[in-house]
């Protein structure tokens, strides 16, 4: 019998693993009956023993004597054969055992992931990384330390004066971590001040870089329609890569109203977690990348119907990246977008030495670019007993409110 029959394809063993080397991340750890040995990310920042206990509690059972290397059927059963369908924790926990299924079937294959999915479109994955300051030449100081880097593409985001916190700026020096306290810690927003600040930061980053650089810019929610068409305008002459997610995006339709006055590149979903959750934004060509990652959308087999549908309208990927997708994520990102013919960009934000010790991985950063490894399946695993040396940590993510107390978006 070889490893790759049936019943040595059978899951026998399934684990969660929370783990907070710096930061709390949830990985699935599936095994087969012939020890091959598959990993998904489970993550979803300020929630994550939410999904855990999906995981352990509605998933793992259903596992346990599954042919591993039926991952559509997996797929279907889980989403499909639910009454309960999409949502955050749910995608999020569909998504660990995909991932893991796909490692695990790669490894049987002997292959790279990358391999299994049509074999390489390209050799390195573009990828931004994140410059903030406390004011404008802050920000235009950490974009020059990123491009010396060797990035090619960088967002970059200012405080807003006269505000304590700003989304994307870290006040303790250290790299922008969002999720910082057990219960949400109240920040404030201030849309005008907001709105005069950005195309002020972008002229001076053209005037300091050129226009080689690739630069991005996230509104994180923030704006009205009307707003978000305005600074989307504005920031036209900076020619910005994208502006990502200038308005909340439950109403669909709201960016038909920014892509009326505007031709500045819209990005969006790094909150949705299906393909429901975006189809009039894609059918109607009202963004131009979609951000939804693997993690929190189902995982490789629902990412890739999304990514093929995105394709149809010339939108392309532009994979959320930020330090709360754990490498797992990350490594089976990094393959998908080795093959995905309708590639964008990639964000990645550097995780933590303590991170990358937890869970060793072979992508490698080089010349503005992710190249994922050789290694068969996502090319990432974990260090289990270093794992259990960093316990689970409650955090949540901020709230934010207007200055007269009005809950805003975050
Ligand atoms: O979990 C929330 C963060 O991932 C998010 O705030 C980061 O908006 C973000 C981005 O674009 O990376
Ligand atoms: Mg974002």
Known sequence: MTEGSP??????????????????????RIETRAGIV?????????????VAAYLQEHIVPNLIGRDAGRIEDTWQFFYRGAYWRRGPVTMTAIAAVDVALWDIVAKLAGMPL?????????????VYGHANGRDIAETSDEVRRH???????????????????????????????????????????????????????FERLRVDHGN?????????????????????RDLEPYRLFWLEDATPAENQRAFELIRRHSVTPLAVGEVFNSIWDCKHLIEQQLIDFIRTTIVHAGGITHVRRLADFAALHQVRTGFHGATDLS?????????FDAWVPNFGIQEWMLHSQET????????????????CGESPGHGVT???????????????????????GTMWDW
Request: hydrophobic residues 40%; contains cysteine; charged residues 25%.
């Open 7 to 28: 019943r040595d394809r059978e899951i026998v063993n399934a684990r969660v693993i929370v783990t907070c080397p710096g930061r709390n991340f949830v990985t699935l």
């Open 38 to 50: 598959g990993l998904g990310d489970a993550t979803l920042n300020g929630r994550e023993l939410a």
């Open 114 to 126: 990358y391999q299994m999915l049509g074999g390489r479109s390209r050799e390195g994955a573009l």
């Open 147 to 201: 491009i010396e880097r060797g990035f090619r593409a960088v967002r970059a985001q200012c405080a807003v004066p006269g505000l304590e916190k700003t989304y994307g700026i870290s006040s303790s020096g250290k790299a922008y971590e969002p999720a910082e306290s057990a219960l949400p810690l109240e920040t404030q927003w201030s849309t005008p001040q907001y709105l005069r600040l950005v195309p002020e930061l």
């Open 212 to 232: 080689d650089v690739e630069l991005l810019h996230d509104a994180h929610h923030r704006l009205t329609p009307i707003e978000a068409a305005r600074l989307a």
């Open 327 to 335: 490498p797992v994520c990350m490594g089976a990102a990094l393959h």
């Open 356 to 371: 990358d010790a937890v869970f060793p991985h072979d992508y490698v950063f080089r010349d503005g670019r992710l190249f």
């Open 382 to 404: 974990i260090d289990e007993k270093l794992a259990a040396k960093f316990p689970y940590v409650p955090k949540q993510l901020p709230v934010a409110r207007l200055a007269d």
